[in-house]
């Protein structure tokens, strides 16, 4: 099969907005997706986050900076649009991958408040094997 770009989403929410909590949530959803999905982030074409306006302690892209191998990784934040009514305290991430797995093979993670936002996508609940 032939390399192809493909996206993988997730998104996480955070109790407060605290520089630990942001780097907490933000480490662990990363963290999954990477896991579930396998990747070198020599793969990571980029990734976008976006943060609810209740969100301002920390850009979550400022600590994807930190974690190893993602010192090239283009990394852009935005704010959510808000909506009334809709998930506070949350952050969503779109990462763009080259990848030879279809995008069906793209395993989606929801974590804590957020695990509803997609219950068709979220694969969080997979066991990996090693």
């Not at 997730?10 to 990747?39: F, P, W, Y």
């Not at 020599?42 to 979550?60: K, L």
């Not at 779109?94 to 989606?108: A, D, P």
């Amino acid at each position: 099969m032939e390399w192809k770009v493909r996206a993988i989403r997730g998104a996480t929410t955070v109790e407060e907005n605290t520089v630990e909590a942001i780097k907490e949530a933000t480490t662990e959803l990363l963290d999954a997706i990477e896991s579930h999905n396998r990747l070198d982030p020599e793969e990571v074409v980029c990734v976008i986050f976006t943060a609810t306006e209740d969100i301002s302690a920390i850009f979550p892209a400022a600590i994807a900076r930190q974690r190893p191998y993602w010192e090239n990784v283009p990394l852009l934040d935005v704010q959510q649009m808000h909506v009334e009514g809709s998930l506070s305290k949350c952050i969503r991430v779109i990462l763009q991958v080259n990848t030879t797995k279809s995008q069906k093979e793209m395993r989606h993670v929801y974590l804590r408040g957020a695990e509803n936002l997609r219950p068709d996508l979220n694969h969080n609940s997979l066991k990996i094997s090693l």
